[in-house]
Nanobody
Framework: QVQLVESGGGLVQAGGSLRLSCAASGRTSSNAAMAWFRQARGKEREFVAAISWSGTSYADSVKGRFTISRDNAKNTVYLQMNSLKSEDTAVYYC?????????????????WGQGTQVTVSS
């Protein structure tokens, strides 16, 4: 089992920045693919960014503004969010796969955190 705990969410003005963290524990692997998803109220969960040994992937809506990274020594994945917009408001979830391959489908991920709220005021 893998446990994921997100932190770093909060309220920020449009144009501001936040950094989310996802601390992994349990049977973790530095090679496992990990990702961030988000879910706005009344909408489906959507892919934001993913990271694996071979690189990173981003949703078009966040490309150039968000950066995903990981610190394997700390078993932590980060999501640096810059130039935030009101449409970025959502609960952000960290997810991990047993596989090393990045995927954008939430159904492909085996483990999930509890989520952290990000609210961007305009």
């Amino acid at each position: 089992q893998v446990q994921l705990v997100e932190s770093g969410g909060g309220l920020v003005q449009a144009g501001g920045s936040l950094r989310l963290s996802c601390a992994a524990s349990g049977r973790t692997s530095s090679n496992a693919a990990m990702a961030w998803f988000r879910q706005a109220r009344g909408k489906e969960r959507e892919f934001v960014a993913a990271i694996s040994w071979s690189g990173t992937s981003y949703a078009d809506s966040v490309k150039g503004r968000f950066t995903i990274s990981r610190d394997n020594a700390k078993n932590t994945v980060y999501l640096q969010m810059n130039s935030l917009k009101s449409e970025d408001t959502a609960v952000y979830y960290c997810a991990a796969r047993a596989s090393t391959l990045r995927r954008t489908d939430p159904g492909a991920y085996d483990y999930w955190g509890q989520g952290t709220q990000v609210t961007v005021s305009s």
